[in-house]
């Protein structure tokens, strides 16, 4: 008797826990959908713009993010927050020439809150017909007055966007890593596919080169040749410094 009463007792619990349960899940249901419901009510308080790299450089501001909504006729305040095209806002500002990145999400206190990281120009291209930026991931960039020329090196002469985009950036790339190369090389002219001359500043020579995709190489050997000089007014006054030969450095006067 006692242990048949202990079985309708845990049978009895099982089903009170059960129906506790579905109670508790059906809450969960009906909370969610209210929630939505609620959310697809609220209005957009207006859109939050942040640049996330505006302390190193300002090639877009908060009102050009502004006037580029406005000019789309996409309006946002007001607007019920579940029906705004994030994903088409995301694009339009993806889509402007200075912006690297963009991310658009709604916020807790009702705004739209767009993320913007900016392109970074890494060196400029002047080759007589058009000029532009290649940025640092390497892709082409289209000048921009805000844009600090300072310190930027210019590739002018014979030279394509590809070129531009691969073996010119990496050199560029390399030298503005390299602590005794970067402020020294401010220039190359690409004269043809198979020669080129890197521009010092300060009237120092021309570096010659003949493979730009050697310049690591060529580059160090220079290196190891100008130190090795006791000093720069001991040496002769050189318009050119020919790399093209293998372990030599050529003076050319």
Known sequence: MQAFNFLNLKKIYSILLYLVSCLILVYL?????????????????????????????????????????????????????????IDAIEDIVQGHPMVRT????????????????QRVPLLKVNNGVESYYIDTDHKRMPLSNKVDPKGMIVVSGSVGQRSAQNEIAELVEW???HRYWRD???????VHPRLYKLQQANNEPYIVMEDIKQYEVC??????????????????????????YKDQVIGRK
């Open 29 to 85: 249901c009906l909370s969610v959908t209210y929630a939505n419901k609620m959310q697809e009510d609220i209005a957009c308080n207006g859109v939050l713009v942040s640049i996330r790299d505006s302390a190193s450089q300002q090639l877009i501001t908060k009102n050009d993010v502004f006037n580029l909504l406005a000019n789309k006729g996409i309006q946002v305040k007001g607007k019920a927050i579940a029906h705004l095209p």
């Open 102 to 117: 963009a991310t658009c999400y709604p916020t807790t206190q009702h705004h739209l809150q767009i993320d913007i990281t």
């Open 175 to 177: 030298v503005k890593k």
């Open 184 to 190: 020294r090389i401010i220039g190359i002219k690409v």
């Open 219 to 244: 580059l160090n050997r220079l290196q190891k040749w100008y130190k090795g000089t006791r000093t720069y007014t001991d040496m002769p006054k050189y318009k050119e410094l020919d790399l093209r």
